[in-house]
């Protein structure tokens, strides 16, 4: 049997599926596979570094289980979210001749989950997706959901589509072979959810961190906690017309960092997040709307999991404010042209705020500099 340790259920009617969570459910796949979907073909999406870890235990796995496969691989990093690797990911699904019965798996991080995913969604105008996710942030956050999508010239995640998968399966042991540097990028999104809505998750993360980070019970436990979380808000809207903007948190600030520093390893996706959600505890206190304490205490709090937490943290620093005020000015949330941050009231009391003053924000910006 399995060993699943939690199980958590997206009930999105004749959409709905599960998030299966345990250690080494690689190596029972085939099997889980086989059994929810009998006779269908895979093309396995992932990267060069994942192919070398996870790929061969994935194949294994289907093989022991008489499922046909087609491994799809691209360069690791977030290069690999562009229009280019898109064209390859889907014309290499067309290549093998997988049908629209037929079915597509992300092995790998949030790249590749995106990535995948938003290749499913048009490919053959649309194939189910089933994400395996290697990464902590994938498995706390990207691989649920049904975003997908790739990056533009413009900003972060600018093209794609909301394309829900048919099962996430997290296997906790693909999380010992990240580098600290990568695991603590996902740790950055666990802790979101606690800064959010769940102040005793925050509280019980300062508590547990270092069994987190040491592999420990609480780390099946952390990632199931976050992965219900987002459950319940993509039950309530999917499609990120309301509340679901909450979970951006820390986003705003973090994709034009990512942006200005080029989407490559001088800051990943984790570490943005991080001094983004800083920056936003930081930008409330100083609107009068939240405690600056709590700001400190997020921040230790980053700082103790290894995380980057201020503008000076960022290797090579950063463009000017002009230049991230023009990537915020392009953030998802933009509505007609009016700045939408999500700001807090305090440690789990996150909010979205409209029409925010641009000339607010880039003073603060200025301000954060020094």
């Avoid at 938003?118 to 975003?147: E, N, W, Y």
């Avoid at 017309?241 to 600030?253: I, M």
Wanted: proline share 3%; aromatic share 6%.
């Amino acid at each position: 049997m399995p060993a699943i340790a939690h199980t958590v259920h997206v009930a999105l009617g004749e959409r709905a599926y599960d998030i299966l969570i345990g250690d080494r459910l690689l190596e029972d796949a085939g099997a889980i596979l086989a059994e929810r979907f009998p006779g269908r073909r895979f093309g396995i999406v992932t990267d060069a570094t994942v192919a070398q870890t996870q790929l061969p235990r994935l194949q294994r796995s289907l093989d022991a289980a008489g499922l046909l496969h087609t491994p799809i691989i691209v360069p690791a990093g977030e290069g690999s979210k562009s229009w280019a690797q898109l064209q390859y990911v889907t014309e290499a699904i067309l290549a093998a001749r997988l049908e629209r019965g037929d079915a597509v798996i992300a092995l790998g991080g949030g790249v590749i989950g995106d990535l995948a995913g938003f290749a499913a969604s048009i490919a053959r105008r649309g194939m189910d997706l089933i994400q395996m996710p290697t990464s902590l942030l994938a498995q706390v956050d990207s691989s649920v959901g049904g975003k997908t999508g790739i990056n533009s010239p413009h900003g972060k995640n600018l093209v794609g589509a909301f394309h829900q998968p048919r099962l996430v399966l997290a296997d906790l042991s693909t999380l010992d072979t990240l580098a600290p540097r990568q695991f603590a990028a996902g740790y950055a999104e666990v802790v979101k959810y606690g800064l959010i809505d769940d102040e005793d998750f925050f509280f019980w993360l300062e508590a547990n961190r270092a069994e987190i980070f040491g592999g420990g019970a609480a780390r099946g436990e952390a990632i199931a906690r976050c992965c219900r979380h987002k459950a319940r808000v993509v039950i309530e809207d999917e499609r990120e017309q309301g509340v679901r903007a909450l979970l951006n948190l820390g986003h705003t600030f973090g994709h034009a960092l990512e942006k200005d520093t080029g989407f490559g390893d001088r800051l990943l996706h984790g570490e943005g997040v991080a001094i983004g959600m800083v920056l936003a505890h930081a930008f409330s206190a100083r609107l009068g709307l939240a405690p600056s304490q709590d700001t400190g205490r997020v921040q230790a709090h980053l700082q103790a999991a290894g995380l980057p937490t201020t503008l000076g943290d960022i290797a090579g620093g950063v463009g000017s404010t002009q230049t991230l005020m023009a990537a915020i000015a392009q953030d998802k949330k933009v509505s007609r042209g009016a700045l939408t941050f999500i700001l807090t009231r305090g440690i789990g009391q996150a909010f979205i705020e409209r029409n925010v003053d641009p000339a607010a924000v880039a003073q603060f910006l200025d301000d954060m500099r020094g």
